[in-house]
């Protein structure tokens, strides 16, 4: 009998956290299926690319993609754009409260109309600010321009810093900071460290003041035709393959960070915990900016999980 | 057995004479509909997003800003410094044509544009000098091929574009073996010249190759601006090459005043009916690459080929002949688009390095554009000469040669290419 | 006559398609320049300008210069295919394969305009069309947008149909002359405009 395959499409090096975490699912899922199922991984988008890759799944095109979270605002699902709000969660506590609790299964929710089923939040880190000019307080970033994702949350986040924010594809960001075009970027380490930014930047503050990451999604329509015991194999696969990215992605940063500091190329300051206070509260008010776009209910939502409130600040 | 049907339906489709984007098209389609699952909505999707790329964009954006130097005067200006400069030698203006071709190789993108550019001012004034018209010829359509050698290059961004290698690495790798190929042509054209005595220039005197050379800084100074622009981080390709349409726009209407306004509108709907006949085979291709990587078809042929125990040396020479073999048929940018996507991998997998790997390819398509049946610089140079094919193909021999023995010295010696990028700590 | 108000309204929208999106990423560029130099006032002006939907929108123009490029190109005769093997053929033979040839360039352009068609209607356009004229909305949804400009994906993805339909006719147009008069669009790309003896004559 012929196994069911599932193409799962990235857009990253085999070798990154979300690389070796397709892989690692890739395998589970033959061994817990017994082989009914063969995952076949694409990684370095050789089948789909960034843009294409989610309109591809809801056609039916390709099975599973672990896209990062900022592709499902274009998609329509605003509220995932609470992901890009600056402070929204502490640490990898609060995270994890709201991915793998309920408002993350409300979020994965939202995509279902759009034919795509939600399995996993996938971490890639925190964001740290890096600068060729010591950061210990807000008004630090003022006047500089920052290189971000295209988003305009983000966007919002480095006014509300005074920051002129720059959005630029992550493949230019070292020559942009190389050649004066921005002064500063955020990312977590593991990025800065792989692309080199450190060697072109003086200063990093690790303000933890936003997340980055990734959703494991699937075809909806072909998610719901699988047989259902080969699905409950596939969710424990997936929940195993959840808990190792999540791990690699966590040493990888921490690693990453040590090797920034061992280069001697940057200053890696850790704010203390007043400094990061002011930071948190001159960011915290991009959350009340950004409601009517993302939805107060969502916000809300992620406060309850977190319990976080924003008048006790 | 599917690799099989897939690459028997596509030759047949183009042997038939129909536009080969049309055969890739339809090799995909008929394909998709009879032997696999992949939604065909997927085709629709791709055909999209197979050029949204801002890499691709710099295709019409060079075509553009070649038009225009093309008309704008640039190329006269050009030949007329390169003729100042090394006319008085043996083989006169044929080697001032090698040189010229090399200038305008550094601003232009395409080899048909420069031999076009060049060729229809300098070889009517061969002929006119005492030259025989074989001999201009051959020196004109063979010295073309260095537009894409030599950075910009719309080849080397094809090639980008199919194998995700950076463009900027590709232009710089180009420089080292482009000046080295303008040389080796330099010397044929100047040995042939002295075994048969052809006419020189009287020597131009140093007030008139300080004069050349002022009517021809604007148009040099393009290939500070674009190389400079990639090498400093200023634009990434694709920028530099909108901002030399606009510089050498520029240069044609208000330096040299050899363009008019009116003329505009004309030269931009013939550069976006060339770019958008390039992006739509782009378009087929991308298509095509992906039904092979959906039938994990590289991935296969990388595999027996490894195993094989053909090893580097091998292989290169296998991929060398295929090229060339290619070459006769089609022109570079297909054969780019639908070779590279199937060689690259197992290009890597042996441990070559990916730019090299692209230089390789362009020195290949170089040759390609120069030999019937299928040429396009020989066409060109058939169009502007009214020279037969045949006739052309005897004119160009001793260049091609020459152009052979090159390919073997950059197939075999990476540093050749390497040596800048890796100086440039581009890669 | 209204063929003829129909192509160049064809060639206009190429020429403007190609011009403006040179233009619009050469002020991006210097717009991006500008904002380096640390000039009070200046500075801050030149960064409060939003130019991110740059590259976007080069993008989508160049893809729709593209799709209906093509189909003008077409008319131009400059897609080119391998005819080596067809010249050899007698005249009768020869003309065989090319209306062969025109009439499978018609077949796939209808295939891939058709199933564009289907991809934009499903990815919004059916939404939008139904919310304007007030179909049952049940079960559809709006379709995505684009990241920095957030325009409609559908809306820019049209240029697929638009533009294959487009190119459908023109095959089927030059097919109609073709086997009326035996004449074919020929692209010289050894011609070119404006170079003349006078410049030949200047190099010496
Ligand atoms: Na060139
Ligand atoms: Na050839």
Redesign the interface.
Known sequence: QQPIVIKFSHVVAQDTPKGLAAEFFAKRAGELTKGKVKVEVYANSTLYKDKEE??AL??GAVQMLAPSLAKF????AKEFEVFDLPYIFDDYKDLHAVTQGKVGQELMAKLE???IKGLAFWDNGFKVFSANNPMKKPEDLKGK?FRIQ?SKVLEEQMRTLGA?P??LAFSEVYQALQT??VDGQENPYSNIYTQKMHEVQSHITETNHGYLGYAVIVNKKFWDGLPADVRGQLEQAMKEATDYANSIAKKKNDEDKKAIIASGKTQVYVPTAAERLAFKKALVPVHKKMESRIGADIIKQVYDATGFDPSKL | MNAFIIFVLLLG???????????L??TV?TFLFTMTNVP??S???K??TG????E??AI??FI?AGNFL??GGVA?RM??FA?AMVGHWYGG?GLGGVLACALFAAVSGSS?ATV??IG???L??MV?AGFPPRFGAGVITTSGALGILIPPSIVMVMYSVATNTSVGALFMAGVVPGILLAFFLGVTTWYRAWKNDYPR?PKASMAERFKAFKDAFWGLMLIVVVMGGIYTG??TP??AA??S??YAFIIAVFVYKDMTIA????I??N???????L??II?NAVLFSFVMTNEQIPQALADIIVNSGLGVIGFLLAVNIILLVAG????PSSIVLIFAPIMFPIAIKLGIDPVHFGILMVVNMEVGMCHP??G?NL??????TKMGITELTVAVWPWLLTMLVFLVLVTYWPALSLALPRYLGMI | MLSKVFDHLE?AL??F???A???I??V??VH??L??FDIPVVQDFV?SINM?WA?EL??IM??W??????A??VR?G??????????KLSTPWRNK??V???L??A??TA??GT??A???W??GAHYAFYSWFGGNMD?L????????L?WR?WT??S??PLG?YLMCTRFLQVAVQFIKTGELPHH????????D?E??????
């Open positions: 989610v309109e809801q056609v605002g274009p998609l329509g109309p759009r034919g321009k295209s002129l720059q959005a004066g075009v | 489709l183009m042997l038939t004479g129909m536009p080969i984007s049309i055969s098209g339809l389609l065909l909505e085709v629709a999707l055909l999209f050029i949204e790329k801002f691709i964009m019409p954006f553009l093309t008309h006269k030949i007329r003729t203006l048909p076009v550019a229809s001012i300098l009517p004034a006119k220039q200023l634009f694709t920028e909108a901002m349409a606009v003329s505009i509108p004309k931009l709907l550069s976006a009916n060339m770019s958008a006949m992006l739509y378009t006769n048929f089609m022109e049946p299928v396009l066409y060109v140079a058939s169009g502007i | 060639e190429i020429t398609l190609m011009g999106a040179t233009l990423i050469f991006a560029v991006r320049y904002s380096g960064l991110a590259q080069c993008i160049f893809v210069m593209a799709k209906f490029g093509a003008y190109g131009t400059i897609h080119v295919g391998v005819d080596v093997l067809i010249n394969f090319i062969f040839g025109l499978a360039g077949l796939f295939v891939v199933l564009g289907t991809f934009v499903d990815n079960g949804y709006e379709g995505p947008t684009t990241p920095d957030e994906t820019v993805y240029a697929i294959s010289d790309h050894g011609h070119v405009d404006g170079l003896d410049d030949t004559a200047e190099v010496k």
